[in-house]
C-alpha cells in the first residue's frame, strides 16, 4: 500500500471522468481511512457534510468525536463488523457539527486488503440523509423529542406538526396546529415568512440565523422545502455565538495588544536616550490604558533614582528619588527581590501593604498602581509604575500586557543608559579637548561659537583654535572630523594636539596639513577630516592658508564688503595625497576673517554654496555691517576698554550668524562652529628693521640700534638685556652663517628682538667646559629671554627672544 493520502482516492481520478463528475453532482462526499496508522481523510463535500473546517486533524478520533452518543454504538459495532467480516461498511447515524448543528449521514465503505488478505484501508463514500430521514419519521418520536425544534407547515402555511422544542417557541400544539404559522410569535420574527416563502418557491434547502423573540435566543433556522410544505429545524446557537462572540474578542483584544507591542517596539527602537524611552514609554502606556502617572527608577547600589517621570508632582519626585529601597520603599524592593509585578486595586490595599508609606497614595495623588519589575539578562535593575488617579481592578490581559511591555521598556532603558553613559564621556572628553579660554594675542580678537547637533545625542568632530606664534604672528585653524561620536571625538582631540605642536614648529601651512593627513590616513580607510589652517602676520598684513576639503573662509572688509577668499581646495584629510597648496592674502587691517564648518552653511535642505551666499548676506545686513565696522584699535600692549568692547561685538556676530543660519527651532544633524577674528596690524612705530654687513663689526651696530631705538620708546629698563640678546645673536650669525643680516625690534605686549640670516643651519645650546671661551652665548640668550626660539623662512632662518615689558610701560 501506499503511504498517507492527502486526499481520497477518487480525486486523483481525471478531471472530466464521469465517477467524478457523478459524486460532485450528487454531492456525495467520499472518504477513506488507513487502518493502520489511523490517518482519516475527507474530500470537499464529506467535510462540508460533516461540518468541519479543511484544516481538521486527519485522524479516526476526529470523525468519532462528531458521531452522536446515541449513535455510538451502533456505529462503531458496524465498523468492526466489516472489519471483521472483511464486508461492507454500511451505517446511518447522527453527527453533531462543530458549530452546533445535527445532521443525519449515510455512509457505506469497502475493504482494501493487503496480500495476506489482511483489511489495511476502508474507502467509503457519505450522503446527508437528513431530509429523507424527517421524512421518514417526521411523526417519529425521535424527531418529537429532539432538542433541536422542528416543525412542519403545509402549502397553506398552516402548521402540521411541532415537536416539545418547537411548542416552546410556537406554542402548544393544541392552540396552534392548524392555524397560520404567522399568527404565534414566529410572526414577530423578522424576514421569517419572505424567507420561508423564497425557500419554497426556490424548492432549495436555506439556512440563517434569527434571534427568537420570546426568549431573545438566537437559533440557526434551517428551511427544507418537502412536496406537501416546508419544515423548518431551529438550532439553538446562543452558546456557539456566545463562544464565536468571545473568541472574537479575544481575537481583537490579542490583535490590539500585538499592536501595542509593536507600537512601543518600532518606537523604543529609535529611542535613544533615556529621556526618549521614558517618553516612548509615556506614550505607549498611559492614554491606552487609562493611566495618568508613569514612574520609572533605577536600582544604583541599594537606592533608587528616579530617571523619568510622567504626571507626578515634583514635591513627590524628590520624596522618593534615591530612597533606600529595602527600608525606603518595601512594596518596590519586594517586586525587584521577587521579579514578579504587583497590582494594587485602590489606596486602601496599597495602605494595608505598605502601612509605613500611608502618605504616599495623597502626594502622588494616585489610587490603583502597577508595580513592574525592570529585568534585563536575568537580572532586576528597577521597577516601571503606571499608576492610576482612580480605583481600578486589572483585568488579566491587563496584567498580561504591562507585564510583557515592562520588559520592553527595562530592555531599551539599559541600552539607552549605556548610551546616556557613553554620550556623557564623548562630551566630557570634547569638552577637554576644545580650547577651555581663547588666547588673547595683539594680532586680532576672536570670538567663537560651538552648537552641537540637536538630533542625535552623538558628539561631533568639529574643533577650532588660536595659536600665537613668534613676531606677533597667529595661527588660526578650524576643522571637522567626519562623522559623530567617541572615536570622532578622540580623533579630534589628537589632531588639535598635533597641530599644537606642528604650530609651534614653525611649518608653514601646507607641511602642516601634509603631516594632519598621514594621521588620519593611520586610523582607517573611513576617517576623513576637514581642516582650514591660517598664519597672519599683523607685521606685514599678510595670511599663508591651506584648506583640504574645507568651507572657504569669507572676509568682511572694513566697509561692510563680504568676500568668499578664493583659496584653491585640496581635498579633505585622509584622501589627500600631498604636497598641499598655500594661498598669501594680504588682508586688510580691522577686517573680520569668519572661519566655520559645514554645519553652518549646509543641511538636508541647504546645499552648501547656497548657504555661504546666504552667510555673507547675513554679514552685510545692517546689523551685520554696524556689528562688522571697524572699531578703535586696541592698544599694543594689552587689552583694555576698548579690547573688551570688541569682543562683545564680535560675540553678537556669532550669535546673529547662528541665529540666522541655524535657528533654535531647527532641527540639526551636524555640529557648527564658527570662529570671527577681527584683524589688527601692528603700526609702524613699533616696528624697527635694520640691515647689518657680514662682519665683525656688525654686533657693535647692533648694540647701537638698540640703544637707540629703546630709548625712543622709553624702554629704557630693557636696553642693557637687549644689547646683549643682540650682540650675541648677530657675533653667531658673523661667526657660524652667512648673510645678509637683518635685525628687527617689535614692540607689542612684549620687545621681540630678531636676527636672520641667509644660512638654514639650526643653533643649539651646548653645555661648554669651564676651560672653553666660547660655547655660551645661547645660554645667555636662554638666560636673558622670557622665550627664544628659530623659525625658517624663504632666504634662511630666523632666531627671536621675547622680554616681557614692564607693566609701567604697558
Known amino acids: 500500500m501506499s503511504g498517507p493520502r492527502s486526499h481520497p482516492w477518487w480525486q486523483e481520478q481525471p478531471a472530466g471522468s464521469g465517477l467524478r463528475q457523478a459524486l460532485v453532482a450528487a454531492r456525495v462526499g467520499s472518504w477513506e481511512w488507513d487502518i493502520r496508522t489511523g490517518e482519516m481523510v475527507w474530500d ?9 473546517p479543511e484544516d481538521y486533524e486527519r485522524r479516526i478520533e476526529s470523525w468519532v468525536a462528531l458521531i452522536h452518543p446515541e449513535d455510538m454504538p451502533r456505529v462503531m459495532a458496524a465498523t468492526q463488523e466489516a472489519l471483521h467480516g472483511h464486508g461492507v461498511y454500511d451505517a446511518e447515524y447522527r453527527v453533531c457539527r462543530p458549530d452546533g ?46 432538542s433541536d425544534a422542528f416543525w412542519a407547515v403545509n402549502r397553506e402555511w398552516r402548521i402540521t406538526f411541532l415537536n416539545v422544542e418547537a411548542e416552546r417557541l410556537v406554542g402548544p400544539s393544541v392552540d396552534v396546529l392548524g392555524g397560520p404559522l404567522w399568527g404565534g410569535p414566529a410572526g414577530l420574527v423578522p424576514e421569517l415568512e419572505t424567507r420561508c416563502r423564497h425557500a419554497a418557491l426556490d424548492g432549495t434547502p436555506t439556512g440563517f440565523d434569527i434571534q427568537w423573540p420570546t426568549d431573545s435566543r438566537w437559533y440557526h433556522i434551517r428551511l427544507v422545502p418537502v412536496p406537501d410544505g416546508l ?67 533605577v536600582l544604583e547600589g541599594e537606592r533608587l533614582h528616579v530617571v523619568g517621570a510622567v504626571g507626578y508632582p515634583q514635591a513627590f519626585l524628590r520624596k522618593i528619588d534615591g530612597i533606600a529601597a529595602a527600608e525606603g520603599h518595601p512594596l518596590l524592593h519586594d517586586v525587584i527581590a521577587s521579579r514578579h509585578p504587583r497590582f494594587i486595586a485602590s489606596a486602601t490595599e496599597y495602605v494595608e501593604l505598605a502601612p509605613a508609606l500611608a502618605d504616599y497614595p495623597d502626594l502622588a495623588e494616585k489610587n490603583a498602581w502597577a508595580i513592574l519589575p525592570l529585568i534585563t539578562s536575568g537580572e532586576p535593575n528597577g521597577v516601571c509604575v503606571v499608576s492610576f488617579a482612580e480605583p481600578r481592578r486589572f483585568t488579566a490581559d491587563e496584567r498580561t500586557l504591562l507585564t510583557a511591555l515592562s520588559g520592553m521598556v527595562a530592555h531599551a532603558l539599559a541600552r539607552a543608559r549605556l548610551y546616556d553613559a557613553e554620550h556623557a564621556r564623548a562630551q566630557a572628553l570634547q569638552r577637554g579637548l576644545l580650547p577651555q579660554e581663547l588666547p588673547t594675542p595683539s594680532a586680532l580678537t576672536a570670538a567663537v561659537r560651538y552648537l552641537p547637533a540637536s538630533t542625535g545625542t552623538e558628539v561631533g568632530g568639529d574643533w577650532y583654535d588660536i595659536i600665537p606664534l613668534s613676531a606677533e604672528r597667529v595661527v588660526l585653524v578650524i576643522g571637522d572630523v567626519m562623522g559623530h561620536g567617541l572615536a570622532e571625538a578622540a580623533t579630534m582631540g589628537r589632531l588639535r594636539t598635533a597641530v599644537h605642536t606642528l604650530a609651534h ?31 597672519y602676520d599683523p607685521v606685514s598684513g599678510v595670511c599663508s592658508m591651506a584648506r583640504a576639503g574645507h568651507p572657504p573662509p569669507l572676509l568682511v572688509r572694513p566697509d561692510g564688503t563680504v568676500e568668499c577668499l578664493d583659496i584653491e581646495p585640496d581635498p579633505p584629510l585622509g584622501a589627500a595625497e600631498p604636497p598641499f597648496s598655500t594661498a598669501e592674502l594680504r588682508l586688510p587691517g580691522h577686517g573680520l576673517l569668519v572661519l566655520y564648518t559645514d554645519g553652518l552653511v549646509e543641511s538636508a535642505t541647504r546645499d552648501i554654496d547656497v548657504g555661504i551666499a546666504e552667510c555673507s548676506r547675513v554679514l552685510t545686513t545692517d546689523p551685520g555691517r554696524r556689528l562688522a565696522g571697524p572699531g578703535r584699535p586696541p592698544p599694543v600692549c594689552g587689552p583694555d576698554e576698548d579690547h573688551r568692547a570688541d569682543r562683545k561685538r564680535l560675540d553678537r556676530i556669532c550669535d546673529t550668524l547662528l541665529d540666522a543660519m541655524v535657528p533654535a527651532q531647527q532641527l540639526t544633524a551636524d555640529d557648527t562652529a564658527v570662529l570671527v577674528a577681527r584683524l589688527h596690524r601692528t603700526a609702524p612705530g613699533n616696528i624697527a628693521v635694520w640691515q647689518l654687513p657680514d662682519e665683525p663689526v656688525a654686533a657693535s651696530l647692533a648694540r647701537d640700534h638698540v640703544r637707540g631705538q629703546l630709548e625712543e620708546w622709553h624702554l629704557d629698563e630693557l636696553i642693557t638685556t637687549t644689547e646683549l640678546l643682540a650682540s650675541e645673536l648677530v657675533g653667531n650669525v658673523v661667526r657660524h652663517a652667512r648673510g645678509p643680516v637683518h635685525l628687527r625690534l617689535l614692540r607689542g605686549r612684549s620687545l621681540i628682538c630678531e636676527v636672520s640670516d641667509g644660512s638654514a643651519t639650526t643653533p643649539r645650546i651646548r653645555r661648554a667646559a669651564e676651560m672653553d671661551e666660547g660655547g655660551r652665548g645661547l645660554q645667555l640668550v636662554a638666560a636673558l629671554s622670557q622665550r627664544w626660539g628659530t623659525r625658517y623662512t624663504a632666504d634662511g632662518k630666523c632666531i627671536w627672544t621675547e622680554q616681557p615689558i614692564p607693566p609701567q610701560r604697558s
Not at 44 to 52: E, K, Y
Request: charged share 20%; proline share 3%.
Open 44 to 52: 470537499t463535500d464529506g467535510l462540508r457534510l460533516l461540518g468541519i
Open 231 to 297: 419544515t423548518a429545524y431551529l438550532t439553538d446557537v446562543t452558546d456557539t455565538r456566545s463562544r464565536a462572540a468571545r473568541r472574537e474578542a479575544a481575537e481583537r483584544s490579542a490583535a490590539e495588544q500585538a499592536a501595542r507591542i509593536r507600537g512601543l517596539t518600532g518606537a523604543l527602537a529609535e529611542a535613544v536616550t533615556t529621556h526618549d524611552v521614558v517618553e516612548v514609554a509615556a506614550a505607549h502606556m498611559l492614554s491606552p490604558f487609562g493611566a495618568s502617572g508613569l514612574l520609572i527608577q
Open 101 to 146: 448543528t445535527t445532521g443525519w449521514v449515510q455512509s457505506r465503505a469497502h475493504l482494501a486488503l493487503n496480500g495476506h488478505g489482511e483489511p489495511v484501508r476502508m474507502i467509503g463514500r457519505v450522503w446527508d440523509t437528513t431530509e429523507s430521514r424527517i421524512a421518514r419519521e417526521s411523526v417519529g418520536q425521535a424527531l418529537r423529542f429532539m
Open 505 to 535: 614648529l614653525e611649518l608653514p601651512p601646507e607641511e602642516v596639513l601634509a603631516h594632519l593627513n598621514d594621521i588620519v590616513s593611520d586610523l582607517g580607510d573611513d576617517s576623513f577630516a576637514t581642516c582650514l589652517y591660517a598664519v
